[in-house]
Structure formats: structure tokens, C-alpha cells
């Protein structure tokens, strides 16, 4: 896509500041960085509009669809417009805001563990996934999918999520986990194999694999 | 899909299955609206603002924790019980049998005897003013650090560090009484605008309305209360001539070496006049002059008037003019010089000086006693009309002042009805 170069005004306001300006659709993401740092307002509404879909899109993927997931996706901007001052290299705007997002899904879902073992009654339940999943079978595998994430740490979840349900380069996650390559690439495989066992024990997936052409073991 | 992990194990396909569901299932996190922008920058606007907040709040704890420790540290004003008599919410003290005593938490006590009437004022955490509204009372005070104790008594003020002594205060007759049995105080008022000071075992005893001072030594207070006539002071010709007033004056102090780091501030108020005056000879008063501190001139200065040594006196305060001219302490020196000059009979410098200190410190200290002695002179030098101006004035700025008798009988003499009431 074609996008040109445009500088913040000189006279840039707050960023918080509601006007009802245009957006920057064409403004490449060097030129909504530099807006940002000017306080420029249309670029805060870019930013808004440009990464919105990717921070809701990997809070999903991760999480499901939790009750909070605005709130999240909102957390993710403040912070994201807080430190874009820090960013140095513009170019890589896209990275930053992933990890932001991923640095939100490991506290939340440890936040999520701690209140488990706070308040008796749990976590807040997911929403109802008939509005996502019209399947049946595929709704209960869903739930029994991410109650099985459930079992793994917050920081190896994130990985799996990136790494194989958002499909990140290797070295896009160790950077967004700030991890060394190695130490990513062994979490990730151990995660897998976690994983792969809790699927392959769980028969109330049965229906759902069934359908797919993944019966139990050896009837594939 | 890419590769999983680098050993693929059994039930992979399940799994890749079930990550595949997730995929289809959210495809994408759908259209960001404009909805959710504004929910967002109303939280980005409160968190900026809860930010400041905060930061706001830290900057003022920050800014109040001196103050807070200086009000932590202040010491609290002191407290005082009234014994066989009750306290009004003015501070005034109602006896309600013989013997009653004011006493303060620090130890000082002040004991009203007979019909006294006394009010407590401007409690305070190093002192507080005692007025006494007629009677005589017994006081001790107790010698601390920073103390400040007044007694008021009519027109008169009593500055008191650390003392034992009686004060009458007659209302009827305008007659002060005070009897030093240890310390010193320094009286104020009428008569002595300037202040005197009276040792141990000295009675000072002054009665304006006749013009008479006593200050005499070793005179035990009476039983009773002293009436005009049959006071222990011995009588004193009336309107004595200013000059006679030291007549009797004999300041008893003690011959004991003292330290000599003690500063003339705290042996002037020791009351040790003497050694202050001792000390301003041994280092040469033509030294003290040319190099002393402001508060050393201002000792040995108040030293010298407290002791009638006029001429020493004459030359601190010139010297403190002339070293000091911007001080507090070198305006205040021209009306003592009005002083020194009035106690000579030198009326026309003592009213330049008066008016020197009128114009440079107006609202001073010494306002109401220079602008009185001001009066009474200009009325004996040139009659009631040339000190007419001067009297309304008086009586406008301080209508109950001592000189107020005096400033309306001026008035009424020039035939003036339209000064003011008290």
C-alpha cells in the first residue's frame, strides 16, 4: 500500500485531545510515530483505527472472548501511546505494540490466576461462544481447547498463542517475551508436547477431531 | 501452518487441529469504531489527570512536612488553673474565697490577695500577660529560657524574665506599686516611657496623676494593700522635677563575678545592669561604640537608662543611629534620646527628637508615649492651642491611652468639644 510521509503540525495538542479530525490512512508508520510524539491528534485516531484489529485479534486468539477484552485492548493503547516516545525505531511500531499486547496477556492471565486462588468463585466466565462458534461440537471444543491453555503459565501461553496461533517468527516472539531464541524455541517445544498430550487424553474432543479426520490415535 | 516444534509427537494433528478452530473461529478483532476511541481517550484523560493528582498531592506533602514539623516541634501554649476562683471565658478571674491563685503549668504563680481582680490574657507557650485590674497580687515567676511574662497593671506595663515580687494597682488613685524580692523587672508607662528598671529588694512606686516616682531600697511590702496616703514608700514631694527622680535610686547587685562569655542581653535581662555597664569599661566604651553588635549597643544603651547614667546612654543611642541608621533599634533610639533630653529639662530637643521618631517610625512601639510626651510638652511650652492638633490626634489614634486624661483636658481648655470619645 502507498503510504505518504506527514509531518505532525507545529502547533500539535495533547493527544487526548477529542477532535473530530481526519485520520492518516496514507501516513506510513514512521510518519504516525513522529505524529504521535508531536501529540498530533489525527494520529492517535490512525493508531486507533490501524492496530486495533491486530491487539483485538491476539487478545482473542489467547484469551478467548473474555469479558474484559475492551478493557485489555484499551490498556494496550494507553501504554502504547505512553511509551511510543521510547520507540527508536519507528519502523518496527508493529512489534511494539505486539509485545505490549503480549506483555497484557501475561498479566492478565496471572492476575486471572491469582483472583482464582482469591475469591472462591472463580474467574469471570467466558462469553457465550455462540456468538463466535455457530457449531456445537466446535463450541465445546473450544472451551475444552482453552481450558487446556488454561493449565499452561501465563509466559508459555503467550509464546504458544504467538508462535503457532498468530504465527509469529520465531524471533518476533523471543522478541516480544524478550527471550533468547533458544530459550524460546525450547519453551515453545515443551509447551507443544504439553499441549498435544492434554488434546490427545481429552475424549470430550472426540466429536470435534472425529469430524476433522483426527480420531483417537492410530484410527486417523 | 508453520512448523511446531522441532520433535513432532504423537496426537500433533490434534493439536494443530484445535489451533486451526481458534484461527477460523477469530479470524480477526473486527473494525475499530469510533465508540471506542472516545471510551479511550476519556480514560487516557482521567489517568492523566489521577497522574497529576497524585503527583500534585506528593508535591504538597512534600512542600507541608517542614511545616508540619515545625508545628509538631512548637511547643504547645501553656496552661494555667485557677484555685478558689473560676475562670471567665475572657480570661478573667472571679474569686470565689480568700487566697485565690492563678497557677500556670510551668510553675509560675501568681497569688491575687483580698478583693484583687485579675485577667489572663495571650497565654502563650513561653509566657502570658496578667492583668490586674485593681488589688495588689503576689507573683513568682519561674526563670526559663525565652520567657516572656507581662504584668499589666492600668496604664503601666511590668517585663518580667525570672521574679519574685508584689504589684498593686490601684484604680481609684492611678497608683502602681511594685516590690522586688528576687530578679528584676523593667516598668513601662507613664513616667517612665522610657523604662525603669527595679532590682532585688527595691520598691518602685508611681503615681502620674501627681508626678511622683519612688524607687527605693529594702522595703518590705505592707500587710495590706497600699492606699494612696499610707503606703510603705515614703512620701515624695509632688511633681517632682524629672531630674530628682533618681534621688533614691541605688541599684543593689551582686558582687559575684560573672562568666564572661554571658552576653549583655541575658545580664540586662538578669537585671545585672551593672555588669553590663562593667563590662562596656573593661573593653573601653570608645571600642564598644565603634565596633559593638547591635545588641550589645542596645544592652549596655538600656543598661545606662535603667541606671540613670545619662550621658553613657546619650552616647550608645547616637552611636546605635549612626551605625545602624535602618534598625528597629536606631529609630527607636531617637525617642529614648526625646527621653534623655526631657529628664534634662531640654524640651525643645526632647520634642525635635519626639518628632524625629514620630516620623520615621510611625506606628512603632513608642508611638502613643511620643506623640503624649509630645502634648504635654508643646502644652507647657506654648499653651493648650499650640498643642491642641496633637491632642485630637491622640485622642483619634489611642483613646484610652494613658495621655487621653491629659489630651482631653487640652481639648476642653481650647474650647474643642468635637474630639473624639473614648
Excluded at chain 2, 527605693?216 to 514631694?237: D, I, L, R, T, Y
Excluded at chain 2, 529639662?345 to 525635635?352: H, N, P, Q, S
Aim: glycine fraction near 8%; hydrophobic fraction near 40%.
Amino acid at each position: 500500500m502507498k503510504r505518504t510521509k506527514v509531518a505532525p503540525p507545529e502547533n500539535a495538542l495533547s493527544p487526548i485531545a477529542y477532535l473530530p479530525t481526519a485520520a492518516l490512512p496514507d501516513a506510513d508508520d514512521e510518519a504516525l510515530v513522529r505524529g504521535l510524539r508531536g501529540g498530533d491528534p489525527r494520529s492517535t485516531r490512525e493508531a486507533w483505527y490501524r492496530f486495533g484489529p491486530t491487539v483485538r485479534r491476539l487478545l482473542l486468539r489467547a484469551l478467548g472472548p473474555v469479558a474484559e477484552l475492551e478493557d485489555l485492548s484499551q490498556e494496550v493503547f494507553i501504554t502504547f501511546f505512553d511509551r511510543v516516545r521510547t520507540l527508536r525505531d519507528p519502523r518496527t511500531v508493529t512489534a511494539f505494540i505486539m509485545s505490549i499486547t503480549a506483555f497484557k496477556i501475561r498479566h492478565h492471565l496471572r492476575w486471572r490466576w491469582v483472583r482464582r486462588w482469591i475469591v472462591p468463585s472463580g474467574p469471570t466466565p467466558p462469553r457465550d461462544l455462540r456468538t463466535v462458534q455457530s457449531d456445537s461440537d466446535s463450541r465445546e471444543a473450544l472451551k475444552r481447547f482453552f481450558a487446556a491453555l488454561d493449565r499452561l503459565g501465563a509466559l508459555d501461553r503467550t509464546a504458544f498463542t504467538l508462535r503457532f496461533v498468530e504465527e509469529l517468527e520465531l524471533q518476533q516472539v523471543a522478541d516480544a517475551l524478550g527471550w533468547s531464541t533458544a530459550t524460546t524455541k525450547r519453551r515453545l517445544n515443551r509447551s507443544w508436547k504439553r499441549l498435544s498430550a492434554l488434546v490427545r487424553d481429552d475424549a470430550a474432543l472426540e466429536p470435534f477431531l472425529s469430524d476433522r479426520g483426527h480420531g483417537p490415535e492410530g484410527t486417523a | 501452518m508453520k512448523g511446531q516444534a522441532e520433535e513432532p509427537v504423537p496426537g500433533d494433528e490434534r493439536l494443530a487441529a484445535m489451533v486451526q478452530l481458534v484461527q477460523q473461529t477469530f479470524p480477526d478483532g473486527g473494525r475499530s469504531d469510533e465508540g471506542g476511541l472516545r471510551r479511550l481517550q476519556q480514560r487516557m484523560w482521567r489517568a492523566r489527570r489521577r497522574r497529576r493528582l497524585a503527583a500534585g498531592t506528593l508535591g504538597l506533602l512534600v512542600a507541608a512536612a517542614p511545616l508540619a514539623l515545625v508545628l509538631f516541634l512548637r511547643p504547645a501554649p501553656l496552661t494555667f488553673e485557677v484555685i478558689h476562683g473560676a475562670v471567665g471565658a475572657a480570661g478573667e478571674v472571679r474569686p470565689s474565697e480568700p487566697g485565690t491563685r492563678i497557677r500556670f503549668s510551668d510553675g509560675t504563680e501568681i497569688v491575687l490577695e483580698g478583693a484583687a481582680r485579675a485577667q489572663v490574657r495571650d497565654v502563650a507557650a513561653h509566657g502570658a500577660g496578667i492583668v490586674l485590674v485593681d488589688g495588689r497580687a503576689h507573683t513568682s515567676f519561674v526563670p526559663k529560657p525565652k520567657a516572656r511574662w507581662q504584668v499589666l497593671a492600668g496604664p503601666y506595663v511590668v517585663r518580667v524574665t525570672g521574679t519574685v515580687f508584689d504589684v498593686a494597682w490601684s484604680r481609684d488613685h492611678q497608683q502602681l506599686d511594685v516590690w522586688l524580692k528576687k530578679g528584676s523587672v523593667v516598668v513601662t508607662g507613664p513616667l517612665v516611657e522610657g523604662g525603669v528598671g527595679v532590682g532585688r529588694d527595691q520598691h518602685l512606686s508611681l503615681r502620674p496623676t501627681d508626678h511622683r516616682i519612688v524607687l527605693e531600697n529594702g522595703a518590705a511590702p505592707p500587710a495590706q494593700s497600699p492606699g494612696p496616703e499610707g503606703q510603705a514608700a515614703p512620701a515624695v514631694p509632688p511633681a517632682a522635677p524629672a531630674s530628682e527622680r533618681t534621688a533614691d535610686h541605688a541599684l543593689e547587685h551582686a558582687a559575684a563575678p560573672r562568666a564572661p562569655e554571658a552576653s549583655w542581653q541575658r545580664r540586662l535581662a538578669a537585671g545585672d545592669f551593672d555588669a553590663v555597664i562593667a563590662g562596656a569599661e573593661r573593653r573601653g566604651v570608645r571600642d564598644v561604640l565603634a565596633r559593638g553588635s547591635r545588641n550589645d549597643l542596645a544592652a549596655l544603651a538600656d543598661a545606662a537608662r535603667y541606671t540613670r547614667r545619662a550621658e553613657l546612654a546619650r552616647r550608645v543611642l547616637l552611636a546605635e543611629r549612626t551605625r545602624f541608621p535602618d534598625s528597629t533599634e536606631a529609630r527607636e533610639a531617637g525617642y529614648f534620646l526625646g527621653v534623655l533630653a526631657e529628664d534634662e529639662g531640654a524640651w525643645r530637643e526632647a520634642l525635635t527628637w519626639y518628632a524625629r521618631y514620630r516620623r520615621e517610625d510611625p506606628a512603632g512601639t513608642y508611638a502613643a508615649p511620643a506623640l503624649g510626651r509630645t502634648l504635654v510638652l508643646e502644652a507647657r511650652r506654648q499653651g493648650n492651642d499650640a498643642a491642641c492638633a496633637d491632642a485630637q490626634e491622640y485622642l483619634r489614634r489611642f483613646s484610652t491611652g494613658p495621655y487621653a486624661p491629659a489630651a482631653r483636658q487640652i481639648c476642653h481648655a481650647t474650647g474643642d468639644v468635637s474630639q473624639p470619645q473614648p
